[in-house]
């Protein structure tokens, strides 16, 4: 029964992820969450991002920018999920998004900030360098570029995009709260 519900959850998420409005500041796309986590120092906290990082980047020296535990700031380079684009009926690999992160770490709470997203191509002859918060990526001009087909899969680009960011900060929040339980032992 809570398998069940999880799921169906999850699904509404994607799906509403799928239509929902894309964070901006200044026109650019920017995730920017600040959660409480009470019990947990600063170094505590920074410890349990790194390894979030860690696992969830694989090895989180490969996008690891800046790892300060003094100051409690960890920055990265990332790219997101593969996308995918429906041309003709055909999957195709729609490219991915570039972005960086950055989460600051406090007594008690922590700072996550996921921005300069920016599309890099695929196997499409689309142009690279588009904010994720255009409406229409500025540099997809001309007869392939610009018309219905890639103004529909835009939008479903960045559908799957915003689901990726939102399940990403969703899975760095569990994994802080299993972290303080794991430290209440």
């Keep these: 029964m809570q398998l069940r519900v999880l799921l169906t959850s999850l699904l509404l998420l994607v799906i509403l992820s799928a239509t929902a409005q894309i964070p901006t500041t200044d026109g650019r796309a920017h995730y920017s969450v ?88 695929g196997e499409m002859v689309l142009k690279p360098g588009a904010d994720l918060a255009e409406d229409f990526p500025h540099n997809w001009t001309g007869l392939i570029g610009d018309n219905k087909q890639t103004r529909r899969e835009w939008l479903s680009m960045q559908g799957q995009a915003h689901a990726y960011f939102t399940l990403l900060l969703e899975d760095l929040a569990a994994h802080m709260q299993k972290a303080k339980q794991a430290s209440a032992w």
């Design 34 to 121: 600040v959660t409480t986590v009470d019990g947990m120092n600063k170094d505590e906290l920074y410890l349990a991002a790194l390894a979030w990082v860690n696992k969830t980047y694989n090895s989180g020296k490969t996008v690891t920018q800046t790892a300060n535990q003094d100051g409690g700031m960890i920055i990265g380079k990332a790219l997101s999920n593969r996308l995918l684009y429906n041309n003709m009926g055909m999957k195709k690999d729609a490219g991915h998004f570039a972005y960086t992160f950055t989460i600051q770490t406090k007594d008690g709470r922590y700072k996550v900030d996921i921005e300069s997203i920016t599309y890099e191509k």
